[in-house]
């Protein structure tokens, strides 16, 4: 995490010999931001082309974002650059088509079920099943592609060891029981909760690569790894699991959710889930974010969360380390850097701008307070065994 000092600059003008003149309208959003074009600070922004400027202004999200892989403009810091952007709403303060745009992708949201079952395997097609190697060079030894949890760790492999172990633990694991774990990944968890707590693991995804690598990962085990949808599940289960999967459900789709998780738990029963929330509802969902990482993902807020858990679930504990998922992506990014040379020649220099701008972009989303991290601990009440929290 870079640790330059973050006073906001004094106002002046963009460097005018340059030829990259920032337009008034985004000279003054940029500075409501304390970032300038062409200044001296690591958050600011560094134009190579004119062009960035058209691009924001008719694209917004997308354009900016866009106009980065192609290498029109930089920022020695990205993840201080986001925290500014974001802390200040900029979201909000789009002017002219790029408002336009953003009221289109809202629509879109509104009116569209983008989560059906026949979409839901888009997202690992485009993103999951790029090349594990990609994952391998970046996440931890147990492949946790979510948010590590970091109170008394001191690196990216006990704090996800520490967040795995914690989930266990919350669900009061014990063994010979049968655990689901609903968007699995490449196995880390089902792992570790059959080796460690002695569980029978059912794991599902989406996407074929994790699939197989979670097969491998898992083999002597008392692990399955199945290709399914979510809403596809059958029999019942002890306990349920979820990590880092809501995100991909989307509004239409969280009674269906939370429906199948209460048909699929025993009466006596937890089911906790692992997501990433947002600090207001919202509608709609970053365009370039869509389009290149997650696609038809959404983000829930507090208030959609429990509105659908009324007369579904028992809120058992709700737990915020939103925090820490800002030091999980700079971990990640340290990673994915240390080993792109043997990965440059696979994937291409635009891809590598792509990345950067996706887990330092994501940092600062989770530094400026936008974005949440939530463990929740569910039950019916059926159950009738008092639950105390863990930490």
Known sequence: MSNSKESVPPASTPDRESGCEAPAILERL???AGIRFMGDCPWDI???DA????????????????????????????????????RSDIDEKLVGWARIKLFGELLRQRLFNLQTRGRAFQVGEQHYDIGNDVFRAM?????????GYWRGAKNLDQAQFHKLDLICRKLELRPGE???????GWGGLARHAAEYYGVEVTGVTIS???QALARERCAGLPVKIELADYRELRGQFDKLVSVGMFEHVGPKNYTAYFDTAA???????????HTIGIHATSSGVDPWIDRYIFRNGKLPSAHEISRVMDGRFTIEDWHNFGADYDRTLMAWWDNFEAAWPRLERKYGRRFYRMWKYYLLSCAGFFRSGQGQLWQLVLSKRERNRTYRSIR
Request: hydrophobic letters at 45%; a negative charge.
């Open 30 to 32: 940029a500075a409501e």
């Open 139 to 147: 996440l931890d030894p147990t492949m946790s592609y979510s948010c």
């Open 263 to 273: 048909r699929l738990l025993k009466d006596d029963g937890l089911f906790l889930l």
């Open 46 to 48: 560094q134009v190579h």
């Open 178 to 184: 049968q655990l689901l774990d609903i968007g699995c």
């Open 51 to 86: 062009a960035v400027y058209q691009r924001v202004l008719s694209q917004g999200s997308v354009g900016f974002g866009e106009a980065y892989m192609d290498g029109l403009w930089d920022a020695p810091a990205l993840d201080q650059l986001f925290t500014r952007l974001l």
């Open 208 to 210: 074929r690569e994790q």
